[in-house]
């Protein structure tokens, strides 16, 4: 039995599908604990080319429980759209649960994401415009709309009207748009209710159950750390607390149940949206990079900024979390490259920094300290084992674990399933490394 939380340790669009897709097939539950479907995951399997937005990445074994966490915010007809698609791919989706506690994501949600990002002009954070945000400041503001009350006819429609007064009165009076109706709303969105009734539960107990079985739970993170709410790139960041941290409330478990917790960084770091990227490439490597990686978001399309390996920013995920293991995704893309950097420190305002700054305009202001070593230049794609990777490429590897402090477990050289090198077992039982004595628990 082990509990696994996975987080992104970058800026999101790491490879974390994937890697849940691949824990999953040794585990009995999946759980996403936090986010929405602003965040997309990636899965290449025989049956096709999968893209989850709010179905947790373990879907693709019928014999796994998935269930969607009390910490998400969930658009119900975006679910169903979500649950339609896969069952026409053939995908058994009898195994998915929804917490009775998630908030809704509801239409006046939508429509004040955009109102909110356009009148930011110039400021724009780059939301998604999924309503993410307006649906946790209600959560927050304790006027939610949760998955339980939808199941109610009577008590969804006198908190929605009570709401809905409020939301009536900033569309009309601040954005200048027409009210909502009371009566479409409350029909539609008792009528997704209606359709999800059986998939929604108390998936605490569930989980709780399962503890007390001994089963191997993955706690499945969305985005990534350095979009996380309190100690991301503020204010460009995510609506949620995207650290290992939040796995256990926002899954419904005791904080001690989580026996390890995994990092996944690329081999090089990307972004979306706006925010300061101290590493990014506006040259032909970053070309090159957001080539080869097919640097586009799974869910919304957009471009990624690329940029060389953030051992700075990495580092203080690793420590903030407490990582037992780190993965590394996308070695394979740099096969070209035949020089390599990481940045291992920060020049900022005349002074070597080796943490994350807390504000946006000193962030802006860093200037990345570079150490390069030797690329590889032979294909990865098609290795199976740690030991026959290129030398250089171990060499790459070990820089990145002694500068993370953190050991590598798994290294990703393909999207496609199977194509993971295990360097050490993710579900083995974690043991004192002395090389990183920041931690007191390693592989």
Not at 167 to 192: A, V
Not at 308 to 314: H, I, K, L, Y
Request: charged fraction near 25%; hydrophobic fraction near 40%.
């Amino acid at each position: 039995m082990a509990v696994l939380a996975i987080i992104g340790a970058q800026w999101g669009d790491e490879g974390k599908g994937k890697i849940v897709d691949e824990l999953s097939m040794r585990a009995d539950l999946v759980v996403r604990y936090q986010g929405g479907n602003n965040a997309g995951h990636r899965v290449v399997h025989e049956k096709g080319e999968f893209a989850f937005r709010l179905v947790p990445s373990g879907i693709l074994f019928p014999n796994t429980t998935c269930i969607i966490g009390n910490g998400m915010v969930v658009d119900p007809k975006g679910l169903l759209d979500e649950i339609q698609e896969l069952q026409s791919q053939g995908i058994d989706t009898s195994g998915l649960f929804i917490s009775e506690r998630a908030h809704v994501v509801m239409p006046y949600h939508f429509l004040l994401d955009k109102m909110e990002e356009e009148a930011r002009g110039a400021d724009k954070i780059g939301s998604t415009q999924r309503g993410i945000s307006p649906a946790y400041v209600d959560k927050h503001a304790r006027i939610g709309i949760r998955m339980a009350d939808l199941l109610d006819v009577d008590t969804f429609r006198s908190k929605l009207a009570s709401i809905l007064q409020q939301k009536n009165r900033m569309l009309t009076q601040i954005y200048g748009q027409p009210p909502l109706s009371l009566e479409e709303i409350h029909g539609e969105y008792f009528g997704y209710g209606q359709r999800l009734r059986p998939l929604i539960a108390d998936t605490q107990a569930m989980l709780h159950d399962a503890l007390f079985e001994r089963k191997t739970i993955v706690l499945e993170g969305a985005q990534g750390a350095l979009l996380d709410i309190d100690f991301g790139t503020y204010p460009f960041v995510t609506s949620s607390a995207t650290m290992a941290g939040n796995a256990s409330s926002g899954a419904g478990l005791p904080p001690h149940s989580i026996d390890r917790v995994i990092g996944v960084y690329k081999a090089y770091i990307t972004r979306v949206g706006s925010g300061p990227m101290p590493t990014e490439l506006f040259d032909a490597a970053g070309e090159e990079m957001s080539k080869r990686g097919h640097e586009f978001g799974t869910n919304t399309g957009r471009a990624r900024r690329c940029g060389w390996f953030d051992a700075v920013a990495g580092r203080f995920v690793a420590q903030l979390n407490g990582m037992n293991a780190a993965v590394i995704t996308k070695l394979d893309v740099l096969d070209t490259f035949p020089t390599i950097k990481i940045c291992t420190a920060y020049q900022l305002h005349g002074k070597l920094v080796h943490s994350l700054p807390a504000t946006q305009s000193d962030l802006a202001a860093c200037v990345p300290v570079y150490e390069e070593v030797e690329g590889w230049l032979s294909d990865t794609s098609n290795i199976c084992n740690y030991e026959d990777l290129p030398r250089a490429a171990k060499s790459y590897l070990k820089r990145i674990e002694e500068l993370l402090e953190t050991p590598i477990a798994l290294v990703s050289v393909s999207p496609q399933r199977g194509r993971t090198i295990q360097v050490q077992d993710i579900l083995a039982e974690p043991e004192f490394d002395s090389r990183y004595p920041r931690n007191a628990r390693r592989f």
